[in-house]
């Protein structure tokens, strides 16, 4: 999302992995049970440039990784979807499916994968709804 | 390009987004965006397309942001008919047997939101 230029890391701004990971769990912890980052934390957080590999090891089994991001070298906590996000996109993935040549267009999620179960809601209303609205293009 | 928002993000914060989707880095050719206000049993969608100058969005609606937003027990009559051409692009064929438009049926979604919200 951001198109800030990468900012080149230097040695001097990296603490020691431990301290970065006792940060990022401290930080994590409360996300996962909160929901919600302050902006102290994501300050904290922010003034750490960090690694692809480290990244991968900071968010390693994490149930909440695929919130969080590495941009720029930077760790980024992503709002937690709330319910009914998903039974929405996937009516919505449902929708289009129908629609394009799936041999042309690859579907991705969070981390590239998407769902091969449909929602059932989604396939039995699109089946029986029979009303015919007024279409208007803008 | 598919975005849901429930409650997170704000109109600003969903069309600074979608401005950067069409960045000059990305491919992005279409956006499509329903927007949930549970408290208020409120909701948007929209579409953007890359605009003219080839960053940024073009939106298309025909629904308004707040305090004017769409209340979800309102049916709403409305399809967004966006054009094949720009979902596949200049370079793709369009396979002979497609609909000439990608149609977003503004009524399913609101019927779905209330199937799972009322």
Redesign the interface.
């Known amino acids: 999302?951001?198109?800030r230029k990468p900012k080149k890391a230097s040695k001097s701004e990296y603490g020691s992995f431990d301290e970065l990971a006792k940060m990022f769990n401290d930080i994590y912890r409360r996300f996962y049970q909160s929901h919600k980052v302050s902006s102290e934390e994501i300050q904290e957080i922010s003034t750490r440039l960090v690694e692809l590999h480290e990244f991968e090891r900071l968010t390693e089994h994490k149930q909440y990784a695929r919130y969080i991001s590495l941009m720029d070298g930077r760790i980024i906590f992503h709002?937690i979807?709330?319910?009914?996000?998903g039974?929405?996109?996937d009516?919505?993935?449902f929708?289009?499916n129908s629609?394009?040549?799936r041999t042309?267009f690859m579907g991705a999620v969070d981390n590239g994968r998407i769902p091969q179960i449909l929602s059932l809601?989604?396939r039995l209303?699109?089946r029986y709804?029979s009303?015919k609205?007024?279409?208007?293009?803008? | 390009m598919l975005e849901v928002a429930i409650n997170n993000e704000s109109p600003r914060q969903l069309i600074d987004y979608a401005n950067k989707y069409f960045s000059a880095l990305s491919s992005v050719r279409v956006w499509i965006a329903v927007k949930v206000w549970l408290a208020g049993k409120k909701f948007w969608v929209g579409w953007g397309e890359r605009a003219p100058a080839g960053t940024g969005v073009t939106l298309h609606t025909t629904m308004a942001w707040p305090p004017d937003h769409s209340d979800i027990a309102t049916p709403v009559n409305t399809v967004y008919n966006i054009p094949m051409q720009l979902i596949y692009g200049p370079d793709i064929q369009i396979p002979p047997n497609a609909p000439p438009t990608l149609d977003i049926n503004v009524e399913e979604i609101r019927a779905l939101i209330v199937a799972l919200l009322l």
């Open positions: 999302m951001s198109q709002e979807p709330n319910a009914p996000h039974q929405i996109i009516c919505l993935v929708s289009i629609q394009i040549d042309k809601l989604c209303y699109l709804t009303h609205p007024v279409i208007k293009t803008t």
